[in-house]
């Protein structure tokens, strides 16, 4: 109880930055905004999905994007309690050694949760609904936040490994951008050439996307016959559980040596 409470105050510090620094929240919050608003209305009308509305493709789709978007932000933040000497003040204290870490990740998990929010609104706004059940529905937004905080593990652990804020940005992108972009969230993948299409078969994005979007029962395109997109909700349980399991246990052995 003592550890949770360790990890309760302390992401209750990272949240209440946000109110005297918003921009923090901006990769949690906006970025969803701008790329629902972007391709909508810029390539909504280029790009056609079997069985259903883009839109609706789309926004199932930026729910995907919106967990793992901020990660080059929670890298960023990480490097720079290093930098400031947060960190090392943090360690001295009587508490335990990964609560430092967990309280980090769990507000980051709110911020997420709160761009969760702004993208069904504007989802909303552009056509998209859930038309599963409640059940349905929940599942999805579980399943989203599930995969947000196993990502953000991996973004905590390369801010941890990197230490200066610029470098922590460019690894964190160099591996976002390409997954986002090479993936089911905004185009489906049936179309893709064959080698491009093999790797999006096998992104974690599109499995995750693919399962919201059944869940939802939002339209899903001409889907591969492979394993990964015909148990979309499987494989997305199994990533983040395989990312938790790789992630945690690096991000809390890296904190515990940089003191030594």
């Known amino acids: ?5 360790e990890i ?8 209440r930055h946000i109110p005297r620094i918003p921009e923090k ?22 790009i056609s999905v079997p069985g259903g509305s883009y839109h609706e493709y789309l926004v199932a789709g930026i729910f995907a994007q919106s967990m793992i978007g ?28 990964g609560s430092v870490i967990a309280g980090r990740a769990v507000a980051e998990l709110v911020e997420l949760a709160g761009g969760l929010v702004v993208t069904a609104i504007c989802g909303l706004i552009v056509g998209w609904a859930p038309n599963g059940s409640v059940l349905e529905t929940s599942g999805a937004f579980g399943l989203l936040l599930l995969m947000a905080f196993a990502v953000t593990w991996a973004g905590v652990w390369v801010g941890l490994m990197v230490r200066d804020p610029d470098g922590a940005d460019g690894i964190a992108m160099a591996i976002i951008f390409p997954a986002m972009f090479l993936s089911g969230i905004f185009v489906p993948v049936g179309g893709l050439p064959s080698p491009l299409r093999e790797l999006a078969e096998i992104n974690p994005l599109t499995s995750l996307a693919t399962a919201v979007r059944e869940l939802f029962h939002n339209p899903t395109g ?5 394993w990964t997109l015909q148990h979309p909700v499987t494989t997305s349980l199994l990533w983040a559980f395989g990312l938790m399991a790789v992630f945690v246990p690096l991000a809390v052995r890296r904190y515990q040596r940089m003191g030594r």
Do not use: K, W
């Not at 309760?8 to 949240?15: F, P, Q, S, Y």
């Not at 905004?33 to 972007?38: A, E, N, S």
């Open 1 to 5: 109880m003592g550890t949770v409470l």
């Open 222 to 226: 001409n889907l591969p016959d492979v």
């Open 25 to 46: 929240a901006v990769g949690a919050v906006l970025l969803p905004l701008v790329f629902v608003l972007l391709f909508a209305y810029v390539f909504g009308s280029a």
């Open 70 to 97: 901020p990660v080059p932000g929670i890298a960023v933040g990480v490097a720079s309690d290093i930098r400031s000497g947060l960190m090392d003040r943090l360690r001295t204290l009587p508490i335990a050694s």
């Open 8 to 15: 309760r105050l302390l992401a209750g510090r990272g949240l």
